[in-house]
């Protein structure tokens, strides 16, 4: 009764509230579990973040295409430098055959000093003229491959122009415009923190049984759902840009372990939530809950991906204490006798053992909660 009465005035104050018109709303999750915790990164509106995506590599591709054309320029430079080089050491090579011919004309030969300086001049220009044509031909594959890396640069920038196009049009369609009232957001954030609050304020107080514990969790998700449903009744907005949308993702685990945020996430479209929960000492994860779907662990670990089709989000980490557990500290040593070692330490013996979490019985939940919820530094 009291869980009920709890929820029920929750939900009063939820439902009083309206504040967005919903076109529609998506959150991905995926992650993976395994006995001693896990992970979720938790997407707010892919869309928008597939838009975002899609037009960063946009701008990439027209950088791309940028530099191509500097390095084409470059080649371009380089091959008509090679070409000029190519036409000077070939008309070298024609004014040394020409020198050449003159002085076999003019009856010298082998032994002669001007017909000796004439070979060698030929010699050497016929030289130039091999390596200028090396360098030419490797300018021409330079300004080939150039012009073939633009080319390509140019369709990957269309490509990039047209799935960015195509992203912004399916998100633009998917969500539309919202019209937000200040004063009822902060009625909204208090109303969930209120909600929160109940399900600590329970688990702090250490009397609640498990299903009850259970029972008030499962309940907070139908309030979070009630809510969805109460906020398609909102003013009608228009579909198009300049949307501003709000997204609340709710972390919480019971006593054996945690998330390393815990609490609410107020967040906008496009964002990407990094989340890890970890088992304490003595504790075990018994099945991580996402909206209202249960993933379990097994002795391999278990990966997931989940889509929702909404802007609230509810994710509880569930630990059970392991069976027969015992701290190794507190494992008592004995001779060969069977009674225990006279090297132990009385005081040691003698203290009470631990309840598996390291932590005071007096704290409640067992574990400090982090900041309400605020972004994983990344």
């Keep these: 009764m009291r869980i009920k009465k709890i929820i029920s005035l929750l939900l009063v104050s ?25 992970s979720a990164d938790v997407t707010l509106d892919p869309l928008k973040a597939a838009a975002d995506q899609a037009n960063e590599a946009a701008e990439a591709a027209e950088l791309a295409l940028e530099e191509a054309l500097a390095e084409l320029a470059a080649a371009q430079l380089a091959y ?11 008309l070298a090579v024609q004014e040394a055959q020409a020198s050449l011919d003159a002085a076999v004309q003019a009856g010298l030969g082998e032994g002669n000093m001007i017909y000796d300086q004439a070979v060698l001049a030929l010699e050497i220009a016929q030289s130039d003229l091999a390596a200028a044509q090396l360098a030419y031909d490797e300018a021409a594959a330079a300004l080939e491959a150039a012009l073939l890396a ?6 990957a ?14 998100y633009t369609g998917y969500s539309g415009t919202y019209t937000v009232d200040e004063e009822k957001l902060a009625e909204l954030q208090q109303a969930v923190e209120d909600a929160q609050k109940a399900l600590d304020d329970a688990l702090a107080a250490g009397n609640y049984t498990e299903e009850e514990i259970e029972a008030l969790e499962e309940m907070l998700e139908e309030a979070a759902d009630e809510l969805d449903d109460a906020m398609e009744y909102l003013e009608e907005g228009e579909s198009g840009e300049g949307k501003s949308e709000y997204f609340h993702i709710v972390t919480n685990s019971n006593n054996g372990g945690s998330f390393n945020i815990e609490g609410i996430y107020f967040g906008s479209s496009g964002e990407i939530l990094s989340y890890d929960f970890t ?67 009385q005081d040691d013996e003698g203290k009470e053992k631990d309840n598996g979490r390291g932590q005071d019985e007096g704290n409640g939940k067992g574990k400090e909660k982090s900041n309400n919820g605020k972004k994983k530094d990344k």
């Design 279 to 345: 088992a304490e000492e003595g504790y075990e994860l018994a099945w991580l809950r996402v909206g209202n779907t249960k993933i379990y662990p097994d002795e391999l670990g278990k990966l997931y991906e989940l889509s929702f089709d909404r802007k609230n989000l509810v994710l509880h980490a569930h630990f059970n204490k392991i069976k027969d557990y015992e701290p190794e500290d507190e494992i008592v040593t004995t001779n060969e006798e069977g009674s225990p070692d006279e090297g132990l330490d």
């Design 80 to 90: 008509d430098e090679a070409a000029a080089a190519l036409e000077a050491a070939l």
């Design 150 to 155: 633009v080319q390509e640069a140019q369709a």
């Design 157 to 170: 920038l269309d490509a990039a122009v047209l799935a960015a196009k195509e992203a912004d049009e399916a």
């Design 14 to 38: 939820m439902l009083s509230i309206c504040l967005f018109f919903v076109f529609g709303f998506q959150i991905d999750v995926s992650g993976g579990v395994t006995g001693t915790g896990g």
